[in-house]
């Protein structure tokens, strides 16, 4: 008997027996705090740093620093949540169009200042929600910060991964409609930091749905895919018939997986879901990692450009959008969503709507030719390289067919490529102050 009671006897109560046991609680427990408290406070940790972030090309040479725009300070004394109520309320009450209260991630990105400028001109209630991260440049992402406070609208500073910060923003404001732009995007920096890739436009869209879901009424959601899904396919003009089981990067694969995301949460939770295969954007206030924005800058700098071409001399072509037309097709898919039908988790039997649309512009413009109409418009002969383009992930030629757009959103692109350029080239002299000239908000 003694024998036998012993061990347990030891168990129980020898002092480093129970001092390992104090020892191992006390680490796990503030293990689960550590996990809690990097979970819900610090979602940035999954932003790219300021080094992992040089590949985009030929970025890091634009000015930044002597811009100047006229800046609207935040009063001190309203809290965030009169901020974030005042952007949201629809303005414009004359007008027969029905107002929306729309959430629009990624709001101080390229295509996220020209929606939400648009959603509010015509009146309706528009909150940004954007992180800021250093992809590139912050400074353009603050002064279009700054374009949006005179008109008017409040950016939530914020990931969406932060759980709690979505929930709170949809506490307090009813939205009708997310606008989700907000991701990680550029087809070669996937290569650099491919984690940024899953954590926005994977991890950061299913919680974004997720919020969605639970609401009560639900809002719909029209959301950014991008042409680079069509990947490997060669049949052209790409339609949205095509398969699109191909990716040639991991910024496709992400947007690829996005859209089998979204079908989920149709079919499960009956959220109603747009999303819009954009084709290379361009414009005012455009991205400094897109080829079109780094080559007007070595231009003028009379710098080297890179021109890439395919295996035997093959010219690779983009379908150019110009972002006025692409904003007029974010808002018809934003006023022709149907309603979501499930409320707090739950399907409520009906069918929502499940939607993907091309918005292109329906006539792709070699890489050669884009730089004949940059050196037209500046004025100067581009000193170009010409090589063949690595196998980093973009692909030859893109081509959108445009007809189910047309038929179902009324999409009808008006700018060509020189004129769009005309306006971009305009706009980035201004803004960067080249030869003198002021930049000036129009404000
Ligand atoms: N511009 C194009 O040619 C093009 C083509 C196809 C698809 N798209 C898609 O359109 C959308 C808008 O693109 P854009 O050109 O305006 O890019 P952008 O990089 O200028 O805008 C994206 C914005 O989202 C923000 N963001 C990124 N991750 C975030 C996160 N986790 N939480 C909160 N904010 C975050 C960024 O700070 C940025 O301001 C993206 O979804 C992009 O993938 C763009």
Redesign the pocket.
Known sequence: MEKENKPSYRFRNHPSRKKLICWSLLIVLSLTVMFFILRTSSPSHTLPTEELVEIPTEQDEIPTEHVQIPTTEVETGPTWEDLVIKSSTPTDSTTHHHHKIVLV??A?????THVSLALKRRGDGVVG?????K?YQTSL?RDRQKLLENAGIFIVE????DMSLLVKLFETVKFTHVMH?????GVRYAMKNPSSYI??NIA?FTNVLEVCKSLNPQPAIVW?????VYGLNTKRPFSEKDRTDQPASLYAAT?KAGEEIAHSYNHIYGLSITGLR????YGPWG?PD?AYFFFTNKILKGKKITVYEGVKQKSVARDFTYIDDIVKGCLAALDTAGKSTGSEGKKKGLEAPLRIFNLGNTSPVTVGELVRILERLLNKKANKEVKEMPENGDVMITHADISLAERELGYKPTTDLETGLKKFVEWYLAYYDVEGKKFDTGS
């Open positions: 991630t990624g101080a990105g390229f295509v996220g929600l954007d992180n800021f991260n992809y992402k914020g990931d969406i991964n732009l907000a991701a990680q995007a954590n926005s950061g950014a895919s991008s042409s680079s947007k954009f084709f290379t954007v991205r897109m």
